[in-house]
């Protein structure tokens, strides 16, 4: 009788990693920098030297009125942001999600404020109106085949002309005091208990997602991350979330406009690596032919994806009045789009596709806002903020595309 037992399968040796310890992790981050793969750590690294500069300028940068109004300012261009990582993620562009924000908002106002609709009623058909706009853009890129830089070019320029027709001769119209719109990025929770109890949320909710991911890998007989390391982790966010809640605390309380935008990235995130929809997009976006031999209905997700970019554009287009305090017809214009995509390809999504997370548009957006709100404190010029967003940007997209060489390189791309 042979005695000969089967060998055990073979395991990536990179993610043993998780069972090593800390010198696992040092020699996993010394291949991750050889191979351009550093996710997140250049743009918290930025972020970092960006407080430190502007509160050493200033004085002022790391106040408690000042880090809660950046909060404010992210919360309308950062929920278009996440749209726009979606649209990254397939390799394509959006250039219309400013002037859907616009119409969106021109839409709800109109409907709210001169024909007396439930402000909240006005601001879903809004929404429901962009995600129709969406699905245009998706049939005629995904179905007719027209790409999607010409038609959401196009969409930039029919919706923005909607949006001068939806106002009228009007112009300019202020939000309801008190009302729906006008709460969104005003309102907060001034009672110190509710950003706390936001951080206990928080925290306990890493753990929970943590514990129950490593004891679910061990019984299918994975790799898992040791528990010293998810306290470690747990332990940083309760730092991070703590004393942020206390910040905050220090002025006005937790805004409304951080909860919302917090719970959109929480939420796409989930969607993008947890569920079944979330891998088609990633799959389409890292090559269209294998995700079609795969059984993946490609023209769907492509149209869903260009649903979901308008949907959360027009939610943005809501913030961003809520934030001037009325809706008209340049809501939209200007920066907005460019820095919406800039802070997705800032805080790492790929402009190439494939590779990135709804994170990027949080962190991108803390980057861009920081840097705005640090050069305003020292009475700097807008045109001078313009080129250095556009430095960064430039700076980003260098990062990303000498990642994705290294990375083919050494076998990984």
Do not use: C
């Not at 962009?130 to 998706?138: D, F, M, W």
């Not at 070019?153 to 027709?165: D, E, I, P, T, V």
């Not at 009302?179 to 306990?204: E, P, Q, R, S, W």
């Not at 709804?358 to 050069?375: D, F, Y």
């Amino acid at each position: 009788m042979s005695t000969e037992t089967t060998p055990p399968p073979a395991i990536d040796p990179r993610l043993l990693v998780r069972e090593q310890g800390l010198s696992g992790y040092v020699t996993e981050f010394r291949r991750k920098l050889r191979s351009g793969d550093l996710g997140s750590v250049p743009v918290v690294l930025g972020l970092v030297l960006i407080a430190i500069i502007f509160q050493a300028i200033t004085g002022k940068f790391l106040t408690a009125g000042n880090i809660s109004n950046i909060t404010l300012y992210i919360a309308g261009p950062g929920l278009i942001s996440v749209g726009i990582v979606f649209v990254l993620l397939l390799g394509e562009i959006d250039l219309s999600l400013g002037s859907v924000a616009g119409v969106s908002a021109a839409v709800s106002a109109v409907l709210s404020v001169q024909h007396g609709m439930n402000e909240v009623l006005a601001a879903v058909i809004a929404v429901l109106a962009a995600v129709a706009i969406g699905a245009l853009h998706g049939f005629f890129f995904a179905k007719i085949g027209v790409p999607a830089f010409v038609v959401t070019l196009a969409g930039l320029l029919a919706w923005s002309g909607l949006q001068g027709w939806v106002m009228g001769n009007t112009g300019t119209l202020n939000n309801i005091p008190n009302g729906f719109i006008t709460k969104l990025d005003n309102y907060f929770f001034a009672d110190v208990a509710a950003a706390y109890a936001l951080a206990v949320i928080a925290v306990a909710g890493y753990l929970a997602a943590a514990v129950l991911g490593a004891r679910s890998r061990r019984a299918a007989g994975l790799p898992a991350k040791a528990n010293s390391e998810i306290l470690l982790r747990a332990a940083v966010l309760a730092v991070l979330a703590f004393g942020g809640a206390y910040t905050l605390n220090q002025d006005r309380g937790l805004p409304l406009a951080l909860v919302v935008f917090l719970g959109v990235v929480l939420v796409t995130d989930f969607v993008l690596r947890r569920t079944t929809y979330g891998r088609q997009v990633f799959a389409v976006g890292g090559g269209v032919e294998a995700a079609r031999r795969a059984g993946i209905n490609v023209a769907w997700v492509r149209i869903s994806v260009f649903m979901i970019s308008a949907g959360l554009a027009a939610v943005g287009g809501l913030f961003i009045a809520s934030q001037s305090g009325f809706a008209d017809k340049q809501l939209g214009s200007g920066n907005v789009l460019m820095n919406s995509i800039a802070a997705a390809v800032i805080g790492g999504t790929s402009l190439f596709g494939g590779r990135g997370k709804t994170w990027s548009a949080l962190l991108g957006m803390l980057v861009i806002q920081s840097i705005v709100t640090g050069l305003d404190l020292q009475g700097i010029s807008q045109s001078i903020q313009y080129m250095i967003t556009g430095a960064v940007l430039l700076a980003a997209v260098v990062l990303d595309s000498v990642s994705r060489r290294t990375q083919k390189s050494s076998g990984r791309g």
